[in-house]
């Protein structure tokens, strides 16, 4: 059974740095793409960056490139999402996801920037 499990998040000021953490279980992670994505209170759910099997060609939306890092490790079965230069926009709910023969959501880690 697939399972992510999201973690790292927490209150930050405004400008500090926090690094998310998904471990993954019960597929084979080497090869899956992963992906994160995340939630603010009241809108839409919102790709952040994806990273393939490999680790190679991460791509981010506009909202967060040049200053959130996705990687992973294929020994350990996580992936991480390294986020610098935060905003207090960024507050949001942090989502692991994968598709294996199903959409697959972890439980998703809390992000809180205060100005």
């Known amino acids: 059974q697939e399972q992510l499990v999201e973690s790292g998040g927490g209150l930050i000021q405004s400008g500090g740095s926090l690094r998310l953490s998904c471990a993954a279980s019960g597929f084979t992670f080497s090869n899956s793409d992963m992906h994160w994505y995340r939630q603010a209170p009241g809108k839409k759910r919102d790709f952040v960056a994806a990273i393939t099997s490999d680790g190679t060609k991460p791509v981010y939306s506009d909202a967060v490139k040049g200053r959130f890092t996705a990687s992973r490790d294929n020994a350990n079965n996580t992936v991480y999402l390294q986020m610098n230069s935060l905003k207090p926009e960024d507050t949001a709910m942090y989502y692991c996801?994968?598709?294996?023969?199903?959409?697959?959501w972890g439980q998703g880690t809390q992000v809180t920037v205060s100005s």
């Open positions: 996801f994968t598709y294996t023969h199903q959409p697959n």
